[in-house]
């Protein structure tokens, strides 16, 4: 049982969504040591540059997430949806279902 397209691009576009008022909310974070923002304080230097390393992979990886996401929806328009990028062999229902922003198979994504 496959589901619908718009239903897909729906949860797609939730998605889009979700990530990039996140990316936003990281854009405008209040600098570290301000004491806002991130309902707590951090103490000494270490775990704030800490902190702020984690910000920067937490915002990298929401921008890939991002790019993933639009890129379904492309394929999505363009009707290869569900299909490898790599390899063209349809991914796997159940791989879409976890991550429905996938655009490699299983195989190709190792
Ligand atoms: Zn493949």
Redesign the pocket.
């Known amino acids: 049982m496959a589901t619908p397209n718009t239903e897909i691009e729906r949860l797609l576009r939730d998605r889009l969504a979700e990530v990039q008022e996140r990316i936003a909310e990281l854009a405008k974070a209040p600098e570290p040591g301000s004491g806002i923002g991130f309902g707590k304080r951090i103490g000494d230097g270490t775990s704030e540059a800490i902190s702020r390393r984690n910000d920067i992979g937490v915002g990298n990886s929401l921008l890939v997430t991002e790019e993933k996401l639009t890129h379904a929806l492309a394929k999505l328009d363009e009707g290869s949806y569900g299909r490898?990028d790599?390899?063209g062999?349809p991914i796997a229902p159940g791989r879409l279902q976890v991550a429905p922003e996938s655009a490699?198979?299983i195989?190709?994504a190792r």
């Open positions: 490898c790599h390899c062999d490699l198979c195989d190709c």
